[in-house]
């Protein structure tokens, strides 16, 4: 065997591959390189799995003299990060042989062309889109490497993964799955027809334990007690690792339980001089970073200085590369994590080449930034990967920009004449935020006069006009007085080099492609341009911003005609730039000389128009200031947030330009550790505490101990009692729990399979029992006539709810199926909203509704004697189910009504007998269950007035009142009803009396707030 795939091997040592390690040999012998032979492979992490799958891919892809076959191979990774990594990796190794590596992991609705690649490297989530595209290249992909194959068992992810499994599985494909250790994984190899291969090597030795009462209890049963160092055996636990030169990462399951642990640690006597003196310099930069520094600032200082730090959400950006960069350099021994947030991955960013997803950045080229006023390329930049936030805000503004951001990301407000920096959260409807005007870059001539560059442009947009003018050349028909020059420059030069021109040229070549390939469109007052080539339009769209000249590009099919022969070709993807918006259209008229006819309907639609004083208000050198036109709360379906981290040099204003706005770079924790601790078996998860996975235990522990890194790795659990000791154990020898098909339940199927219908996945019923035959679901459960039965029963209630017709979606089931909840809880929803008419007090009756929902539960508990005085409330509020459910519904809907009636949240919390983040929780589930709500009762032509305002007071806990009040940043609802209550109960009230607001909250919070507002303290009038 070895020696019938000699190519394979030599491009592995060709990569610094001498010896493959035992897992890989055991594959190789057990056929890895028969090609028509599925694979599933369950090895520990750092053992090698990755170079398996790369094994695969050389196989198929270069025979056997390493030149490239033409064939196609996946590599499918769970994170989008994760990708971008082997992206890097795989062009660096094999690029050199003639193979074409692609990242695909950006949008989902849009088709990529990629065709001319070999190695497509992508997530499942992609991969099923773009098959759900009608991609052409399919027939070509000979092999599919199924990286992290356990996420089948995911929840919320399992779905996707196994729909795309499903379908790898009907082409002639080899599919090489690998994994963690799982508890059945016979039954996954069976259901994928793979030959199973288990190992349990490790390339640096992992000892796995439990800390209990000051010992190290290890697996093999030896036991090690360590000193006693002090009281807090965390720390005896900490301290055994730190003075035998290691470091400590503690995983923990909360932000809090992350500060709380951290600030227990206290390393300071056992540091040198020297490692206090650096500490005390980062103290001191961490105090620094924000003025003045907030409690979270003055807690991770303290942690700090003792050695110790804490990670998480919370911390600004400056603060996460303080706490990394002091560990890397082994100051911080200890670390106590959680995650971190910041931009959508579909947020696209302008680089040198145009504007790309944030997954999908071309490393080779720079970014553009705001650097003062002015927008230029910076470099230097780095892409980062977060854990993403439960919700996250979508700003659109008037000139229909859209961007979509976690909630605390920063954007550049114009108040006034003042500048200011607001999360999105803070953002408010009416607000001036930075947007791109135009940019600048470096230029480059090139030594052609006008009318060759627009001779060259005329000519460059489309095919059919460059060879039908070759032709006539041939033929000796003159047709310009530059033919040789262009023909020459036509087989030399592309888009690319004319991007860079002085802008008085690159005017003239502009000028060209739209005479050749432009179109005037009068009725709707817009310019337009179509090509075949999507590079060709994307440039064009990033020249144009040069001149300040705003374009939007969408993509269709179509059969096009030939502008010379009439002659029609067949279907080709077709791209559109549309310039719409007034000023864009006046300033293309002002610098592009069309020669074209229609450049008179160009001049009498700017003539049509007068610009107000307030458009050039809206201008500062290189920034426009939009406004904002709506703000909403999404929920989020995808797992991680992304960041963009530009070089500290003074070189930029750390703003960079995504999606047209101007907003800042923002970014968890990805470091080398010798001893990894398990804090917490068990976390907070669908409304109570639930385990935490054995194999989530072991893939955390699993981190310890990296090749190359430490000489040994430590996975420790860390257990509190006797009764964590038992749970202990049974997560250090238990085996793994079995991994199952997600689509195993009503709730998970109604949610899957609207999507698909909606989608258009599934069209028929054939389409559906073919699916269905196939997936690990039926697998599992044997009896394909039951699994059917199960499925009957979801596409009837679709059916019978009006979400689809004749497995169609109708609208409603199309918005359901974007808010990500239940039909269940839609249709719970909508019998409820349909049913109020007699209700008493709104707002109890809609949080008693949404309180009925999935997403809601589990419940409050309703106790005997509790009962009948719920019954009574119900009758009072005109709701007269009495159901054991309904009246713990109702009694979680008292708990949010106390909540948005400004009952204190310890009276709260006694009189429901619930912990604080019970509360958060139920709070946050509520908001976007009201907000769901109110989306479904706009289709149903339901007044959405109280719960648009439910919506907002169940986010500060407050009465209606004083709403106005909560819409101005630094007012909470404390010092909202304080206000009120003394009278300053409008903005107004406010600007008039700075020095009342001053003596009610302070001179330093007043002083914020009336800045906030315009109003310089200690003046009357707003300052403009």
Known sequence: MMQNHNHVFEVLRENGIKELRPPQKKVVERGLLDKDKNFLICIPTASGKTLIGEMVLINHLLDENKTPTNKKGLFIVPLKALASEKYDEFRRKYEKYGLKVALSIGDYDEKEYLSKYNIIITTAEKLDSLMRHNIDWLDYVYVAIVDEIHMINDEKRGGTLEVLLTKLKNLNVQIVGLSATIGNPEELAEWLNAELVIDNWRPVELRKGIFFQNKIIYSDRECKELPNFSNNQMLNLVLDCVKEGGCCLIFCNSKNGAVNEAKKLNLKKYLSNNEKYELQKLRDEILSILEPPTETCKALAECVEKGVAFHHAGLTYEHRKIVEEGFRNKLIKVICCTPTLCLNANTEILQESGFR??????????????CGNKIKPVDGWKVHKTPQHPYNIVVKTKNGLEITTTPNHMFLVKEGKELCEKEAKDLKVGDYVATVDKIRIEEKDIDLSHGDLYFIGYFNDSELHKKHFLKNIERGIPHHKYLKKPRKIFNELNIDAFYNLPLEKLSYFIAGLFDGGGYINYNKKKIEFSSTSENLVKKLQLALLRFGVHSSIRKRRRAIKSPINSKEYKKRGIYKLIISDFISVKRFYENIPLKHKERRKLKQIVKSKKIGKIWCECYDEDIYWDRIKEIKKIKVNDKYAYDIELPDDGSNSHYIVANGFIVHNSAGINLPCRRAIVRDLMRFSDGRM???????????????????????????????????????????????????????????????????????????????????????????????????????????????NEFIVDYFPTKLGKRISELYIDPLSAKIIIDGLNEMENVGNEELYYLYLISKTIEMMPLLRVSGFEELDLILEMEEAGIYDKTYDSLEAFKNAKMLYDWINEVPEEEILKKYKIEPGILRYKVEQAKWMIYSTKEIAKLLNKDIDTLSKLEIRLEHGAKEDILELLKIKHVGRIRARKLYDAGIRSVEDITKNPKKIASLLGEKIAKKILEELGVKFGQQTLQF
Do not use: W
């Not at 071309?362 to 970014?367: C, D, S, V």
């Not at 039951?786 to 059916?799: A, C």
């Open 357 to 370: 997803k944030i997954t999908e950045l071309n490393k080779n080229e720079k970014i553009f930034a705001l």
């Open 690 to 800: 639930r385990p935490i996975p054995i194999m989530e235990i072991y893939q955390c522990i699993g981190r310890a101990g990296r090749p190359g890194l430490d000489p040994y790795g430590e996975g420790i659990i860390f257990v509190k009692n006797e009764k964590d000791l038992e749970r202990a154990e049974m997560y250090l020898e238990g085996k793994p729990e079995y991994i199952y098909s997600k689509l195993s339940n009503q709730g998970v199927l109604r949610t899957q399979l609207l999507g698909m219908i909606a989608t258009r996945e599934i069209e028929n019923e054939f389409d559906l029992i073919s699916f269905i035959k196939n997936t690990f679901y039926a697998h599992q459960y044997g009896n394909l006539g039951g699994v059917l039965r199960n499925i009957k029963e979801v596409i009837d209630f679709l059916e019978e």
